[in-house]
């Protein structure tokens, strides 16, 4: 489940919200390794991980979810080098509508209900297999309880001047066709 609020939450960074059905399927998680300490609460998953829950499909190298007493705890997935942490979901909304994307390490607290995409992070809103936006930045992050996405310059959360720019590119809307008039 700790997967699907992850990406349900960054689905959101610009109003585009994950298909409502993923939330109500099962969740097939499956790695060549895993490790459950229960005394800790912690699930640690190596090689080749990958996360399936309906449309929602997230693949990392390593992943380690925490649990705490009061249901908090966080996720962080990790890839290894050459490869990144890639997530793609359908959205809701319309008939072949798509949010998908990567970084380096992604973490999720399930508490404060907020997702870090962390280095070389991006994220694509697709239609119809055309990318109609677009983010690209050292550190994206969307708070979901209080609706506010953040992208900076450096993987540390903090704008560091100099260091480099985000990106926010979005596809002019399509108009509508006008209705016809009738004589």
């Known amino acids: ?45 190596t090689g080749s991980v990958q996360l399936t829950r309906g449309t929602l499909l997230i693949k990392a190298e390593n992943a380690v979810e925490t649990e705490t007493a009061d249901g908090g705890g966080s996720v962080v997935l990790s890839g290894h080098a050459g490869s990144k942490v890639f997530f793609r979901q359908k959205r809701d909304g319309g008939t072949d509508l798509w949010i998908e994307g990567s970084a380096d390490r992604v973490e999720y607290d399930k508490k404060t209900e907020i997702v870090r995409f962390i280095s070389k992070a991006n994220v694509r809103y697709l239609s119809q297999q055309k990318v109609t936006q677009e983010q ?48």
């Open 136 to 183: 690209n930045g050292e550190f994206l992050s969307y708070d979901s309880i209080n609706d506010i996405a953040t992208a900076t310059n450096s993987t540390s959360g903090k704008r560091v001047p100099g260091a480099g720019h985000v990106t926010f590119t979005s596809e002019p809307k399509q108009a509508k066709p006008e209705a016809k008039q009738e004589k």
């Open 1 to 45: 489940t700790f997967a699907a609020t992850l990406l349900l939450a960054s689905a959101t960074i610009t109003s585009a919200h994950a298909e409502k059905a993923d939330s109500q399927k099962r969740t097939l998680i499956d790695a060549e390794h895993t490790v459950f300490d229960g005394k800790t609460g912690t699930k640690t998953l």
